[in-house]
T-cell receptor, first 118, second 111 residues
Framework: GAVVSQHPSWVICKSGTSVKIECRSL??????MFWYRQFPKQSLMLMAT?????????EQGVEKDKFLINHASLTLSTLTVTSAHPEDSSFYIC??????????????FGEGSRLTVL | KQEVTQIPAALSVPEGENLVLNCSFT??????LQWFRQDPGKGLTSLLL?????REQTSGRLNASLDKSSGRSTLYIAASQPGDSATYLC??????????FGAGTRLFVKA
């Protein structure tokens, strides 16, 4: 089946630095990718929809200047957490829908990235 | 507005039992329904995708059914194993490319 790869799987950084997380669709093109955040023992929270070649669409309450999203190609979306602070520590997961069976495509997720801000 | 509910929220069973996880949704006009499992600290793994026109899908010991008229889907796990312990989520795509998730069922299979 289709695969979505996310990197890095975990990262530790100092407060005030920026961290970039990559999400790649390995065997299909994804014009749209999704970024989620998940707190321990809670469900996924959609942060933003990443659109290839255009601006991302952010969910209400998500700071677009804090969480920069770039979707420069049909197989790569990046999430940059800028000026990270300890409260940004979380599990970030991306997903993409394989629309080769459009419009009822299957949704695939990356492995997730655990961010810890010291 | 589509709402997805999963029951039970948690389930603990002895190894070898057959079990059923439930997912209900309020709007029957769906494209498809997908079941995932999530292990702690991991991403979501797709288990089964049921298209709107289908009634069920099977993969190994897993069988998922879909009844749009009643707004329900069930995931049947046969002969459960400790390795099946995980959180199981059902998900439905919306017309705007987003996905609505249930809160999940946390399954623990005791050896």
């Amino acid at each position: 089946g289709a695969v979505v790869s996310q990197h890095p799987s975990w990262v530790i950084c100092k407060s005030g630095t920026s961290v970039k997380i990559e999400c790649r669709s390995l065997d299909f093109q994804a014009t749209t990718m999704f970024w989620y955040r998940q707190f321990p023992k809670q469900s996924l929270m959609l942060m933003a929809t990443s659109n290839e070649g255009s601006k991302a669409t952010y969910e209400q309450g998500v700071e677009k200047d804090k969480f920069l999203i770039n979707h420069a190609s049909l197989t790569l979306s990046t999430l940059t957490v800028t000026s990270a602070h300890p409260e940004d520590s979380s599990f970030y997961i991306c997903s993409a829908r394989d629309l080769r069976g459009a419009p009822t495509g299957e949704l695939f997720f990356g492995e997730g990235s655990r961010l810890t801000v010291l | 507005k589509q709402e997805v509910t999963q029951i039970p929220a948690a389930l603990s069973v002895p190894e070898g039992e057959n079990l059923v996880l439930n997912c209900s949704f309020t709007d029957s006009a769906i494209y498809n329904l997908q079941w995932f499992r999530q292990d702690p600290g991991k991403g979501l793994t797709s288990l089964l995708l049921i298209q709107s026109s289908q009634r069920e899908q099977t993969s190994g010991r897993l069988n998922a059914s879909l009844d749009k008229s009643s707004g329900r889907s069930t995931l049947y796990i046969a002969a459960s194993q400790p390795g099946d312990s995980a959180t199981y989520l059902c998900a439905i795509p919306t017309g705007g490319f987003k996905t609505i998730f249930g809160a999940g069922t946390r399954l623990f299979v005791k050896a």
